[in-house]
């Protein structure tokens, strides 16, 4: 059997329809479906592009050392990881790239479980699949999974789609219970930035989660939705050392490697904090405009504490009110895409411009 005939249909293939019906609308689609950036990518970003341009040479898997020099800055500085080490940075082509792709990197095959929670972001499964390994989801970790069969274990907080936050006890807790069993955990904290309304995410490798060491846990961070990095494709991991030395083996192999240009727009990024003060600032506008306008119209936002989401029901099947608002030119995700227990709600990004979230809530106004 071939690996396509093993994956679910594209999820997003699906959405076509409706997009197009939304598309049909007087003054055009407000597209609130993908989280994809549409502001400017930021000036020191390009700048750093533009001036890496001529790298005729092959650049390195493991990154440059100015690169992993900022992205272990990074982690101290605003995230409090303590012990983040520059040898134990691994450069990303895009975080999915690493989701798609760890269960086989890491040589996992039939027999052997990846966790992820119940509504979640689908290339965790599709990653599973990919290895043949059997994908499992949870709602509690620690009590809904068997520990003798899972090798592989997903943590998202901010959580794509619904926003939540495991407090640094949860997230403890967790990395307990992992660690008895020898499970690897892998944090996706591309939203680590992104907290509303007083919530604070925190990493996974922070000494309040962790202790003082890394061993058994890595965590993913991504620059698409912080910097407007996405058509770039730059991303990092961080972590136990063993396992970022056995992944940088792999891909020196395979040949995964971020381009020497992007890498240099990575570090300029990632030592640049004002770009994305900014760039929160424009999305937080954005989130209490449509908040306010679904919340009027009659929705009821869950959780929605970070992440560029908000989480969103009537209390009806999603596809009815992706078609109801596609009607009226406003497209946005079936929460279905996300699992089973997202059937009843749709999420909402605000990664629109300032112009079209105004258009939308003019619209769920009339």
Known sequence: MSISARLPVFPWDRLEPYKAAAAGHPDGVVDLSVGTPVDPVPEAVRQALADA???????????????RRAAAEYLRTWHGVAGADPAHILPLIGSKELVGWLPTLLDLREGDQVGYPELAYPTYE??????????????????DLDPARVRLLWLNSPSNPTGRVLAAAELRRIVAWAREHGILVVA????????????????????????????????????????NFAGYRGAFLAGDPAVVAELLAVRKHAGMIVPQPVQAAMAAALGDRAHAVEQKERYARRRTALRAAFEAA???????????????????????????????????????????????FV????????????????RLAS
Do not use: M, N, Q
Request: some cysteine.
């Open 53 to 67: 341009a001529d790298s005729p040479g092959y650049p390195l898997t493991h990154g440059t050392p100015a690169l």
């Open 188 to 227: 996706d904290e591309c939203y680590i930035e992104l907290g509303w309304e007083g919530a604070e995410p925190v990493s996974v490798l922070h000494p309040d989660v962790c202790g003082d060491r890394h061993d058994g846990l890595v965590a993913v961070h991504s620059l698409s939705k912080r910097s």
């Open 298 to 344: 009659g929705f009821r936002i869950e959780h929605s504490e970070a992440s560029l989401y908000l989480w969103a029901t009537r209390a009806e099947p999603c596809w009815d009110t992706v078609a109801d608002l596609a009607k009226l030119g406003v497209l946005v995700a079936p929460g279905e895409f996300y699992g089973p227990r997202g059937a009843e």
């Open 126 to 143: 599709i990653g599973t699949l990919i290895a043949r390994a059997e994908p499992v989801t949870y709602g509690d970790p620690v009590a």
């Open 347 to 362: 999420r909402v990004a605000f990664t629109a411009t300032d112009e079209r979230v105004a258009a939308a809530v003019a």
